[in-house]
């Protein structure tokens, strides 16, 4: 908690739960492995944390033990560790929730259509390796889902405060979502992990022409050392519904084959054992 309180995301996070800001869209990209989701997790957490404590005149950031003391009397104990082997009571009063793969995302349209006829906002939205962009080529349900995402985030802060999503890269992401919020950058260090905040920055070349390019905003460091790693339990929810994701995922593969199948079966049936020389007649002219 101590690391944390010294990065930046956390401090959006407090200040977006706090009204200082009405919306917060984060997306963070990196490789498989380099801790995106846990940067995003704890980041989240930490800043929930700071929200809480401030009406009771504690700044997290600045006595972060005497926070936890406050919250800790009011929730019972909170974990901010690897070997955190359930969710703690912060977790589920503030349903600090993971949606992850296409079956996470049908969880974020159902929150989201529950949260909009309540009129009530969910405080965070963490979408962990949602339906990506490159689903869309998966056939015409995955090309309508990613569209209905895509909407969602434009509305999303009518149903949520901070939003947060997490990709290997920024292909993965819709188009709209690292230009308009807050984009991440995660990197592999000696000893620690980096995650870049990187924006758009115009200035002026030699000859007088304006360009834009992407330059550095912030930058967290967190010690890559295993007390730092994902809760145990968020792992194990991580991983078993990405494995759901895959079933979902050959399922839609399997169907092409299947369709594909049928279609080779009713050719020869219709052309019988010519059916072959028929194809390399079409192929080949």
């Known amino acids: 908690m101590q690391t944390y309180a010294k990065l930046n995301l956390p401090h959006l996070v407090a200040r977006t739960l706090s009204n200082a800001r009405p919306f917060l869209l984060v997306s963070i990209v990196g490789e498989q492995g380099v801790g995106k989701s846990t940067y995003a997790y704890y980041s989240v957490k930490v800043?929930?944390?700071?929200?809480?404590?401030?009406?009771h005149g504690i700044n997290l950031f600045e006595e972060p033990e005497r926070c936890a003391s406050h919250l800790e009397g009011n929730y019972g104990e909170i974990c901010l560790t690897k070997e955190c082997g359930g969710p703690d009571q912060l977790d589920k009063t503030y349903e600090l929730d993971v949606y992850t793969g296409p079956r996470g995302l049908d969880g974020v349209f159902a929150a989201a259509s529950t949260l909009a006829r309540l009129g009530q906002k969910k405080k965070v939205l963490f979408l962990d390796d949602v339906l990506a962009r490159t689903a869309y080529h998966l056939g015409p349900k995955c090309r309508t889902a990613y569209a209905a995402l895509r909407e969602l985030i434009r509305l999303a802060r009518t149903v949520g405060a901070v939003v947060v999503?997490?990709?290997?890269?920024?292909e993965y992401l819709p188009p709209e979502v690292p230009k308009e919020g807050e984009f991440i950058v995660g990197h592999y260090g000696l000893s620690e992990r980096r995650f870049v905040r990187m924006h758009a920055a115009t200035f002026a070349d030699r000859d007088g022409y304006l360009r834009r390019r992407l330059v550095v905003k912030y930058s967290d460091a967190v010690?890559?050392?295993?007390?730092?790693?994902?809760?145990?339990?968020?792992?194990?929810?991580?991983?078993?519904?990405?494995?759901?994701?895959?079933?979902?995922?050959?399922?839609?593969?399997?169907?092409?084959?299947?369709e594909l199948y049928e279609a080779d079966a009713a050719e020869r049936q219709l052309y019988g054992d010519s059916a072959e020389m028929y194809f390399d007649l079409q192929k080949y002219g």
């Not at 295993?226 to 399922?251: N, Q, S």
């Open 165 to 170: 999503m997490t990709a290997p890269t920024k």
């Open 223 to 258: 010690p890559a050392k295993a007390a730092f790693g994902m809760p145990k339990w968020l792992e194990e929810e991580i991983t078993k519904r990405k494995r759901k994701a895959i079933i979902d995922i050959a399922r839609l593969g399997r169907g092409a084959f299947y």
């Open 47 to 55: 800043g929930l944390m700071a929200y809480l404590c401030k009406p």
